[in-house]
């Protein structure tokens, strides 16, 4: 079939963690029908998902995942499923978290364990608060004053404690950035798990610049609940929460 041409892999690795259960016939009679094909093996499905997963995950924890399969077929399937969609409009139904409560923590465990291993490309992308400062903002380095005791710009301080959710409290003057320690934190989190960060704010303007100073960089995946908007857009901007298209959401 055309799927089976497009992306082998994904069609190989969905057929066997969906008929990992004892009745598995009805799905198993469809993926035959459309790989033309029978279920693969274990060795071949876990090849065909480690490779889905290069690049998106932490290698070390890929390698505790895999070998679990076959008793986390579609909890693995629906992590798998919304890791392909990461970073966009897409949610996990509350129903999937209720009925498979482990495709949750195997996305965490995926995609939010961060290792230490200098040869994790993703564990040494996801936790470099210079990369993403990079990848969000354009921005080479972050303001390098103030400083902490350390000598190290506290902006980074507070974005790499926060990044290792580490309880903080950063206090910095007007005017010094501290937007960015938390919206990078955020957009990390939404990122690796689709989470939503909420940001209290009392200024009705401080919340309208900054969710516009975002869309500014390209970054949409922002939005605002205040007294000033009409209902049409607090509508606009729930829904943006519900269906998974918000990282920040401020009020």
């Not at 093996?41 to 065909?48: K, V």
């Not at 960015?180 to 919340?207: D, H, N, R, W």
Request: aromatic share 6%; net charge positive; glycine share 8%.
């Amino acid at each position: 079939s055309e799927l089976e041409r497009g992306d082998p892999e994904t069609i190989r690795a969905y057929h066997y963690l969906t008929t990992t259960s004892q009745e598995h016939e009805g799905f198993d009679a469809v993926f035959v029908h459309v790989r033309g094909a029978q279920r693969p093996g274990p060795a071949e499905a876990q090849t065909a998902i480690r490779n889905l997963l290069r690049g998106r995950a932490c290698v070390h924890q890929i390698a505790t995942v895999i070998p679990e399969a076959v008793r986390n077929g579609w909890p693995l399937a629906y992590a798998l499923s919304w890791i392909s969609v990461a970073g966009g409009d897409s949610v996990m139904p509350p129903w999937v978290r209720h009925q498979f409560p482990e495709a949750s923590r195997l996305l965490r465990r995926l995609r939010d364990a961060a290792c230490t291993d200098p040869d994790c490309d993703w564990c040494r992308t996801q936790k470099d608060p210079h990369k993403l400062l990079k990848k969000w903002f354009g921005y080479d380095a972050f303001r390098a004053k103030p400083t902490g005791p350390d000598g190290r710009p506290l902006q980074e301080t507070i974005v790499a404690t926060a990044m290792a959710k580490t309880s903080i409290l950063g206090i910095l003057p007007t005017g010094t950035g501290k937007s960015v320690c938390y919206q990078i934190p955020a957009l990390s989190q939404f990122e690796k798990t689709g989470a939503l960060t909420v940001v209290i704010s009392p200024l009705v303007a401080l919340m309208a610049d900054q969710v516009e100073g975002m869309r500014r960089q390209g970054i949409t995946s922002c939005v605002t609940i205040n007294g000033m908007l009409s209902m049409p857009e607090r509508q606009e901007a729930l829904n943006q929460v519900r269906l998974g298209g918000a990282a920040t959401f401020r009020s």
